[in-house]
């Protein structure tokens, strides 16, 4: 699987130009939708690297899903194959869609903040309503994650949803993925007035969103596992904030070690990805 075939490489890393209507419509919302960024041939690659490697690293193989919480049947979590196999750094190194994310945030570049796979198992679980720039101790917005299904998504498998506009207000915040998170951001989103927005995903679509977007998804009634990687990115010249919480400290331990607060995050787990022009 480490071979990667011509096509599939070149589609990986050529340019995918955004419109000026897709910018407004990404910096509005908080999250876009993009259909066709990939061929079916390089989703199905993708597809085959993440999978092998979240067999061999499953951390709950063999955990019945009734001894789990909330989270832990929310899905499989599968940290930063780009440093398991040149495959997997292909896929996380995509200058495609670092190119993308550099465009919709409207920076120089990004780096990686980390990449994982979260896999929805039969039978998973919802995962609760958040907003992932909690965890992360980020001196700005500037920071998204790109959600790479490896597969089209119907309903019923559990896609990734989101409320609209909700990165402009200060809508639970401090919370954890948890009950608690489901519950209260459920209940401000409906005193706003803002509906979760929910589609299915095609082949080859991949969503973008803020790291203070609320997402959410359903859960995984077939009988099929909901395959999708990510990858988080962050402004090239993104600095380390102090640790707001003991997520933020372990974050800071985890993904940025040898960086000080107030510097710029160029540890070797940091790289960037894409520097230049826009869509370039
Ligand atoms: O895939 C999921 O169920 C949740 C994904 C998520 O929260 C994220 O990518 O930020």
Redesign the pocket.
């Known amino acids: 699987m480490d071979h990667c075939p011509e096509a599939v490489a070149r589609e990986l890393d050529a340019p995918f130009p955004l419109d000026a209507a897709a910018r407004t419509r990404f910096r509005e919302q908080g999250y876009l939708k993009v259909p066709g960024v990939f061929s079916a041939e390089t989703v199905a690659w993708i597809d085959g690297v993440v999978t092998a490697l979240v067999a061999a690293k499953n951390p709950l193989a063999g955990v019945p899903m009734e001894s789990r919480d909330t989270y832990g049947k929310?899905?499989i979590q599968v940290f930063n194959l780009w440093l398991e196999s040149p495959a997997g750094r292909r896929v996380g190194h995509s200058r495609r869609l670092a190119g993308m994310a550099t465009d919709l945030l409207g920076t120089s570049g990004v780096r990686m903040w980390h990449d994982?796979a979260?896999f929805?198992e039969p039978g998973g679980g919802h995962?609760p309503w958040?907003a992932?720039q909690q965890y992360w101790p980020m001196q700005s917005a500037l920071c998204c994650?790109a959600?790479i299904p490896l597969h089209a998504v119907p309903l019923e498998q559990?896609p990734?949803s989101f409320a609209p506009g909700s990165h402009l207000k200060k809508i639970g915040r401090d919370l954890a993925?948890s009950d608690d998170s489901e519950r209260l951001i459920r209940e401000a989103l409906s005193t706003e007035g803002i509906r979760e927005a929910i589609e299915p995903y095609a082949l080859g679509e991949v969503s973008f969103?803020l790291g203070w977007t609320l997402?959410?998804?359903g859960p995984n009634t077939t009988v099929s596992p909901?395959r999708?990687h990510?990858v988080i990115y962050m402004d090239e010249a993104m600095r380390l904030a102090p640790p707001r919480n003991s997520w933020q400290e372990a974050d800071h331990r985890a993904w940025t070690p040898s960086t000080a607060v107030g510097e710029v995050m160029d540890d070797p787990l940091n790289p960037v990805l894409f520097t230049g022009a826009r869509g370039a």
């Open positions: 929310a899905f994982q979260l929805k995962t958040h992932d994650t959600w559990g990734l993925i969103h997402h959410r998804a909901r999708v990510t």
